[in-house]
């Protein structure tokens, strides 16, 4: 411990929680005011009148954001204050553009309507993460059920409570509740790697023997199952990513890289060679023109809604987003893209960027080996599945199709990214009050 | 292990650096590229996303006009109350095969997103404007209506223009098509009626009357009768061409003879009023020669594009090639041994004679390769008519805001000149005594100064049969003319001269007579 640190968690409780908290709060009303006027702005640009339920909306919004902050200022007002705000901005601004997207913002479309449950959902789940989580650390003791419940969790579309849809298996429908497991494995699976790694990335640091590679392959060869069984590929490469990331950090041993990305491309380049929808995906990439009204329809549709925003967008409900193929989903960043321009984009991507330092720096100032890999597999989590499913829609890299968190339709995609948020928000908190903290350097 | 979290984070930044460089080659370098390509469909929802405005006939009558329609992809389709009577003018939009016509042309205008119609509107940028433009056009339903009845179902085209301002006011072919069957929002019923339009052996799509070319046949013989006027000694009264059946030309070809192998000839006055081929093929070839006859037809607007205001109109053909020279009129109608430097023993000297002067003689009576639009007939009509001059011809008069003041307005200019005014004046009276005592007796409107001249334009003779056609005007006795009218009838039994006299003329009186508001007396009986 550091004498800075020693100085910074001498200082009490109480007093140290309101700084944040109260920055917390200047950036809620802020995000506040620029969900209202975008939810205003894109009524005004559908149907050229206020929406009639504005007034329902912004209580709903408000009392939602006003819920969290207080919840967040009892259970963690120590922790980082831009989390919330930021994953509450991509929240905001994605439940804006589904609305929009429903064609009538003011009635509210199916999808809008339900995506302000799963946003209340969320917040729920968020905080009774914070609640049922007083210490990350104590999670760590569960780390073999965590590993089974994650790969059971990947596993359960294949049982027969699995339902395929749109070409891949990755719902589970149990009576009226529909959900994807593999939104939560990913979690439990973060959790696993960190406490399993605590000890064995140590092991391994200092001395690496074959069998050390097992655990590698196995990752690889769970991925691969994922990819081929139920054609996940956005999943199995986030899955595989978070894994080689964590390996490296825990071990320093920058084999692990190499050898993941070689892995990883192994197995990339037999699915392509073994599945057609692989191929599919992987042709459409580079060279959609070859089959403009198939394959290479939607990341066409996306280029063209993209480009037709420019700079500052169409404006919100004054572009023609629905063009595009699951816009709500998949293609959401294209939707914002259309109608906020480059700024929107822009402006998402710092979002993700801010979150993605707030995250590492979580993990900078953990003094525990398993608070720091923990905080290095949650903000791997996000940053990764951000950046796939963006650069999948800007014909960076193939497509893959996963949700852009916080801000796509999605209620499981929703709850288990604040979940995440959650973890990252208790570690942080716990860092500031119990003194546990290293000075960021 | 916090260097390596380090390196992550700067990891991270890489990727969204490079995530960023793709947002802006996507969104800003290369998005002009990605907004204009050809798969790209967002400009044509645009357009069929907002109201476009009217099209209306100078009268007032609305022949197109944007309707609400409740459709998950569009807005608005098109209608067009008056079906097919405009069709080749407006012409369509279409979803699926674009637009064509003033819709294509006047895109822009009807939808307001022309320059000045946007820039306006920036000054009440939080008030529910209309910025749509509306179309008046020069034509006239009550001309249009009476052409569309005159002709009938037979094939062919009816052009009126307005010879002292280019102002077209009516332009009809037969057949034409409904255009709400193409402005459709049912992809599939659309590309099947535009299918089923292609396949049609008349070509119901194509606006014959200024995109399609037909032999002239004798009306073509004004333009050979203003080159005589213009370039040469020949007068209205001067000199008397002889009484002939046959015309041999020089240096050689087939003879040129006249209608029922019957003889004519006199002064220019009278070989016009009969339509003496052996008279006109002489004038053409061995009074005018070559390049007169060329520059006087290029004057007149054959081998050049009108300056219409639709797409796509199409240029009448005069021949410009006779070969090489070979020597003057005087060598050949002299004695060939005769001195070349002797002076020349014909009133206009020595025309030369070229390789293929016979083309020549044949292109002066309308045949050979002689090819034009009725647009370009009535256009010849319009200069004699209008003291030689060609006024642009156009079909919109005025693009009009939606609060009715002007955004623009189209007056009359001037495209050709065609003859000299003196050379129109003789012309002008030589057709008013065809129609008085000639070929064309059955354009004649009582109370009004009427001048034409028929053509036929033979086609083959088993069976024989030909195109019909007039082209003349019609003003008030105190006045210049008011109307400039060229009709045909495609493709007719029969192969005498009296077939454009008798067929195209009663459609030009119809035409003249809606034009003055002159009603047909009443039949006898």
Redesign the interface.
Known sequence: MTAVGARRGGVRPEIAARRPRRVELGLIVLIAIIVMAAYGLASLGTSASVPGNLGPFLAWMLGLFFFVHVAVRRLAPAADPVLLPMALLLNGIGYVMIARLGGDVAGGSDLAGLQSVWTAVGIGGFVSTLLLVPRVRSLAQYQYLLGLGGIGLLALPLLPVGVEINGARIWVSIGPVNFQPGEFAKIALALFFAAYLVDAGELIKNRLELRDLVPIAAAWGASVGVMVLERDLGSSMLVFAMFVVLMWVATARTMFLGLGAALFAAGGFVAFRLFAHVERRIDSWLDPWADPRDSGFQIIQATFSMAEGGLAGTGLGRGDPDRVPFAETDFIFAAIGEELGLAGTTAILMAFLILIGSGLRIALRATRPFEKLLAVGLTTLLGIQAFIIMAGVVRLIPLTGITLPFVSYGGSALVSNYVVLALLMRMSHEQRTTGDAEAPR | ??R???S??IA??V??T???A???R???V??????T?A????PL??EF?QERGDILTADGVVVASSVPVDDGQVDFRRVYPTGDRYAHVVGFQSFNQGAFGLEREFNDRLAGAAFEQQFESVKDLFR?RDTTGTIVMTLRDDIQQAAVAALGERNGSVVALDPRTGEVLAMWTYPSFDPNRLSGLDGAAVNEAYRSLLDDPDDPLLAKSFREVFFPGSTFKLVTAAAALDTTSIGPESPVFPTTDVYEPLPSGSPIRNFGNSTCGGDLREVLRVSCNTAFAEIGAEWVGPDAMVRTAENFGFNSTPPLDIPNAVASRFPTDYGAYLADLDVYRGDHDADPEAPSILPNGGTPIHENSAILAQASIGQNDVKATPLQMALVAAAIANEGLIMAPHVVSEVRAADGSSYEEFGPSLWRVAISPTSADVLREAMINVAENGTARRMQVDGLVVGGKTGTAQLGSDPPNSHAWVVGFAGPPDGPPEIAVAVIVEAQPGASEQTGGSVAAPIAQAVIRAAFGIDAPAEPG
């Open positions: 292990m916090n390596r979290i380090r992550l984070g991270f930044i990727l969204y490079v995530l960023f793709q947002l802006n996507v969104q800003f290369q998005a002009e590229a990605y907004r390509n798969a790209n469909i967002r929802l645009r996303g529910d």
